[in-house]
């Protein structure tokens, strides 16, 4: 599978926030993101979301990260159980709507 996760300061999303570009999906509490899968390697950011989700299982994330997702991996997000939002966000020309159920 070969997902990387690296630990960011939470202070860095109002920092993304207001790059060019930025497309964040909020997750309320309960809340998932549909699976999907790209055909680029793809570089997400997250706050708040407590797991990614694979085909190999559920992955915990820390409160803020920068996730790589190889080509062709199958992932999604699964929102906070406590807090009442979470958000993951993305700079992808390429990438479709975020699902969230």
Same mark, same amino acid.
Not at 11 to 32: D, H
Not at 77 to 96: L, T, Y
């Given at each position: 599978?070969? %997902?990387?996760?690296?630990? $960011?300061? /939470? !202070? !860095?999303?109002?920092?993304?926030?207001?790059?060019?570009?930025?497309?964040?999906? =909020?997750?309320?509490?309960?809340? +998932? =993101?549909?699976? *999907?899968?790209?055909?680029? #390697?793809? &570089?997400? &950011? /997250?706050?708040? $979301? !407590? +797991?990614?989700? /694979?085909? #190999?299982? @559920?992955?915990?994330?820390?409160?803020?990260?920068?996730?790589? %997702?190889? !080509?062709?991996?199958?992932?999604?997000? =699964?929102?906070?159980?406590? #807090?009442?939002?979470?958000? %993951?966000? *993305?700079?992808? @020309?390429? *990438?479709?709507? *975020?699902?969230?159920?």
């Amino acid at each position: 599978m070969n %997902v990387t996760v690296v630990p $960011i300061p /939470t !202070s !860095s999303r109002g920092l993304l926030a207001n790059a060019p570009g930025w497309n964040e999906t =909020i997750v309320p509490q309960g809340a +998932k =993101i549909s699976s *999907h899968y790209h055909d680029f #390697q793809a &570089y997400y &950011y /997250t706050f708040g $979301i !407590s +797991k990614m989700r /694979t085909d #190999q299982g @559920d992955l915990s994330l820390p409160e803020a990260a920068m996730v790589v %997702v190889p !080509s062709g991996v199958v992932h999604g997000w =699964i929102g906070p159980e406590s #807090q009442a939002v979470a958000a %993951v966000g *993305h700079f992808h @020309d390429g *990438h479709g709507y *975020h699902f969230v159920e």
